[in-house]
């Protein structure tokens, strides 16, 4: 049985969702990974485009809240940024939450190629920070 894990951010568009995409590409044979918001927005184009520079497609993703997994049970939940950490509830669906702080990528500033290279250091990170995260669960 996969273990199940929601990845939590305020606007579920950039670090969940990436979050999500990573976890199930890389461990999706023992992880089932969800991504939801303190509110829904929308699922941040550059985001798409650094996943895809690594093989992994989130184009069909779409922005979600967190009441769109009422009732449901989680193994893990972690918050990405502190803004959703501050506000999430303690428990969801039974599990207590696991905040692990990326940069909010979506804030970078500059030419094309600089907002890239911040959404690909964010992306790094959560790839490494997460895959090893979930290496001895």
Do not use: W
């Amino acid at each position: 049985m996969k273990k199940r894990v929601l990845f939590v951010c305020t606007a579920n568009s950039c670090r969940s969702q990436m979050a999500e995409g990573i976890i199930n590409h890389f461990l999706g044979d023992k992880i089932a990974a969800f991504s939801a918001g303190t509110e829904a927005t929308y699922v941040n184009p550059t985001a798409i485009e650094v996943l895809q520079e690594i093989g992994i497609d989130i184009s069909k993703h779409q922005s979600k809240n967190l009441t769109a997994f009422d009732g449901q049970r989680f193994d893990y939940v972690i918050t990405l940024c502190g803004s959703a950490n501050e506000t999430c509830p303690l428990y969801i669906g039974g599990t207590r939450k696991t905040h692990i702080g990326f940069d909010d990528p979506a804030k970078a500033h500059g030419t094309k190629e600089e907002v890239l290279c911040e959404f690909r250091r964010v992306r790094d990170e959560i790839k490494d920070k997460l895959t090893a995260y979930f290496q001895n669960k």
